[in-house]
């Protein structure tokens, strides 16, 4: 088929290209998580005027929108921040909870975003939810299907082609996600500024530090579609040594 043909002699023309666009989201999701990391730890030093921690931001937020049975906890760690449906719960990192910075209010405002998205039944959302339970499953046990399936390609290269179809499931999951997080920062930003937590002199530094949290869901959807289409490639490689 000229279409197979045409993919296959652009297969062993462009290895390299593909190489070198693979180092380069490598890098550059080295960098945007520096860049996270130093922007969070700049804001989270710039204190709110009104001194609301970020468990105060949240409930406030959450009750502006209407929002009374999403509860706000505190969890472990260091930006484990999440919402989480099933259990209607905000969970903000102990650091972000007890925080009366920008950075806190940035993060519990986002993750207030969600709970508003899921309140008002979001598409994009329900989408990622709905995927949740098989890209769970294909996590699992993806990297073993293809681990395997490289080594018996010329044996079974089926079991590497279902390997690829969960590594695309999961692929999918990751370009779902960015709406998703996108929309949720842009709700944060909007009410930070509407119910004037923040002050304009550092409600720029809210909006920055969203704006460099999507930066990694970006990066990391570009991953694991040119992951993907490494395993394409390899697969057509290995069907094609058949012929």
């Known amino acids: 088929m000229p279409v197979i043909r045409l993919l296959l002699l652009f297969i062993q023309t462009d290895m390299l290209t593909y190489w070198i666009i693979f180092i380069a ?3 550059a999701s080295y960098l945007v998580q520096a860049n996270l990391q130093r922007k ?4 989270a030093a710039v204190p709110l005027d009104s001194r609301l921690t970020g468990r105060e931001v949240a409930e406030k937020m959450l009750r502006d929108n209407g929002i009374y049975d999403v509860q706000v906890t505190s969890t472990p760690g260091h930006l484990t921040d999440h ?3 099933v259990t209607k719960t ?3 990192s102990e650091s972000v909870y007890a925080s009366d ?3 806190a209010a940035a993060v519990a405002a986002h993750e207030c975003g969600h709970a508003i998205q899921h309140a008002h039944a979001y598409g994009p959302l329900q989408l990622r939810s709905a995927l949740v339970p098989v890209v769970s499953f294909a996590s699992n046990w993806v990297q073993w299907i ?8 010329n044996i079974f290269p089926g079991l590497l082609f279902f390997g690829i179809v969960l590594f695309a499931l999961t692929t999918l999951f990751s370009f779902v996600t960015l709406p998703v997080e996108i929309d949720a920062s842009r709700r944060a930003c909007a009410w ?3 119910a004037r937590i923040t002050a304009p002199q550092n409600h720029p530094m809210a909006v ?3 704006r460099s949290a999507a930066y990694t869901y970006v990066v990391a959807a570009l991953g694991s579609l040119a992951t993907l289409v490494y395993y394409i490639m390899i697969f057509l490689g290995g069907s094609r040594d058949e012929e």
Do not use: H, R
């Not at 969070?40 to 804001?43: A, G």
């Not at 293809?146 to 390609?153: A, R």
């Open 25 to 27: 989201i490598a890098l």
């Open 40 to 43: 969070f730890k700049k804001y």
């Open 83 to 85: 919402y989480n449906p």
């Open 90 to 92: 905000v969970n903000l």
């Open 101 to 103: 910075s920008v950075a």
């Open 146 to 153: 293809i681990l395997i399936g490289l080594f018996t390609i």
């Open 192 to 194: 930070l500024d509407s």
């Open 208 to 210: 920055d530090a969203l």
